[in-house]
């Protein structure tokens, strides 16, 4: 790791932390070139996955593409950075249990809309109105009245 005061290539680790969810590190590190302290985070490398687009193209998975879609809904909400990694995290990892390698966007869309609306309402529906195309209102106020419906209990 570069310091970013000297940019030596010369550290040491002082301290190393793993997140309470499991899947990333967090590292004190010290440059041994000029003493500046620093942290760096190391999360797990997701490699192959590839995402099935609903006209049947397929991409390579990007988590910088779902992380901005979840943070332009949860924009301006309380809701906070760890809360929306969290979501993201629990989103591919539940992905990842249900598919190998191909997995069809509807299921990521699915997956989040699940979670945001457990986490904020509003954040769900604007999620909702970009993944589910809204045409005009009406759409919104269903998908606002079956909010207040009770769930069916999932197995």
């Keep these: 790791m570069r310091c970013p005061k000297c940019t030596s290539i010369d550290d040491k680790v002082i301290d190393s932390r793993i997140s309470k969810e499991g899947n990333t590190i967090r590292r004190r590190r010290e ?3 000029c003493g500046h302290r620093f942290s760096t985070t190391e999360t797990l490398v997701r490699e192959g996955l590839s995402v099935i687009k609903r006209d049947g193209r397929r991409e390579d998975f990007e988590r910088s593409k779902l992380a901005r879609a979840i943070n332009a809904a949860c924009h ?6 760890e809360q929306i ?3 993201i995290e629990d989103v591919i990892d539940a992905l990842e249990a249900q598919f190998d390698t191909q997995i069809p966007s509807r299921h990521i869309g699915d997956a989040v809309m699940q979670r945001l609306s457990r986490i904020d309402q509003v954040a769900y529906v604007r ?6 195309q809204f045409r005009d209102a009406s759409e919104f106020i269903h998908e606002i ?3 207040d419906r ?4 999932q197995v």
Excluded: G, H, Q, V
Excluded at 127 to 132: E, N, R
């Design 31 to 33: 440059c041994l070139e």
């Design 76 to 81: 301006k909400r309380p809701i906070d950075e």
């Design 85 to 87: 990694a969290m979501l």
């Design 127 to 132: 999620f909702a109105s970009i993944y589910k």
């Design 145 to 147: 009245n079956a909010l």
């Design 150 to 153: 009770p769930k069916t209990p």
